[in-house]
């Protein structure tokens, strides 16, 4: 397993439409058991293959408390999601440090093929149902922030650019690219 990189906002790739995985291979295999050690390295409770730049339908999600009970969804679709909706504050991995309130449905039942590539259907409220909600909008090329007033996405995204910035000149001085 390796860890991989995760993309930062406002990195244009994030809002590349990822494509259907078409086999669960070996392949799909590696790339889960990276994405699982990136998220639990990161301290997340979701990733999309988006955020490390790999531009198929796929996401990890973890949301136990003892962070024991990864969940794959690969090739997922909302099949049905409730009318009554929720106001939760969001964060994610490719938007360190930012926390706002998204509006989303409080449940919703997803179809995906697990890690094996068989079929299953998750029955989703609370937590979860927020984070499937949240990853499978990054395969759609989505990031949270999207959601909010432009106003506070354009604060956001200066903020971001200039921490990068300055992540990238410590990196020359110390001599890693
Ligand atoms: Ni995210």
């Not at 809002?15 to 639990?40: F, N, S, W």
């Not at 991995?93 to 509006?103: K, Q, T």
């Not at 499937?132 to 432009?150: A, N, R, T």
Request: negative net charge; charged residues 30%; aromatic residues 4%.
């Amino acid at each position: 397993m390796a860890k991989r990189t995760i993309l930062s906002y406002p990195d244009p790739r994030l809002h590349t439409v990822a494509k259907p995985v078409q086999g669960v291979d070996a392949r799909i295999k590696t790339l889960v058991a990276d994405m699982l050690e990136t998220m639990y390295d990161a301290a997340g409770i979701g990733l999309a293959a988006t955020q490390v730049d790999v531009h198929e339908r796929l996401v990890v999600i973890d949301t136990s408390e003892e962070r024991n009970a990864p969940l794959v969804l690969i090739n997922p679709e909302i099949v049905w999601a409730s009318d009554e909706k929720v106001l939760n504050e969001e964060g994610c991995l490719s938007v360190p440090g930012i926390y706002d309130g998204v509006e989303r449905s409080t449940s919703v039942r997803v179809t995906a093929l697990d890690a094996d590539g068989n079929p299953q259907t998750i029955e989703a409220e609370g937590l979860l149902a927020v984070c499937i909600q949240h990853e499978l909008d990054h395969l759609l090329g989505k990031v949270f922030v999207e959601y909010l007033s432009p106003l506070k996405r354009n604060r956001i995204k200066s903020k971001l650019l200039k921490q990068q910035r300055e992540d990238q000149k410590i990196d020359s001085r110390e001599g890693r690219r």
